[in-house]
């Protein structure tokens, strides 16, 4: 059974930094698409980045692009969002998806941690 289990959430003000992590269990890790969306309250998932099985091939929605950076540790079987200079706008649960096609897509993820909330004040 595959279990994402996403930490490192939490409360900072605007300008600060979070890294969020996702521990995999239940496959091979390294043999799968890994990627992060968000969801405000009221608004519908989105898309936020998305790594390769190698970790060599990235992508980022636009408005996150050169203040997050997505990785993993296939070693580890975790994969890391760090997220710098915050925004009130990036306020959202955080949730990290596993599937098997490299996409932005919420429907092309077939397994999904619970989310963490992330609030970033002004």
């Known amino acids: 059974q595959v279990q994402l289990i996403e930490s490192g959430g939490g409360l900072v003000q605007a300008g600060g930094s979070l890294r969020l992590s996702c521990a995999a269990s239940?496959?091979?890790?390294?043999?799968?698409?890994m990627a992060w969306f968000r969801q405000a309250p009221g608004k519908e998932r989105e898309f936020v980045s998305v790594?390769?099985?190698?970790?060599?091939?990235?992508s980022y929605v636009d408005s996150v692009k050169d203040r997050f950076t997505i990785s993993r540790d296939n070693a580890k079987n975790i994969v890391y969002l760090q997220m710098n200079s915050l925004k009130p706008e990036d306020t959202a649960v955080y949730y990290c998806?596993?599937?098997?096609?490299?996409?932005?897509?919420?429907?092309?993820?077939?397994?999904w941690g619970q989310g963490t909330q992330v609030a970033v004040s002004s």
């Open positions: 239940g496959r091979t890790f390294s043999n799968y698409i």
């Open positions: 790594i390769s099985r190698s970790g060599h091939s990235t």
């Open positions: 998806a596993t599937g098997s096609i490299y996409s932005t897509r919420p429907v092309d993820f077939d397994f």
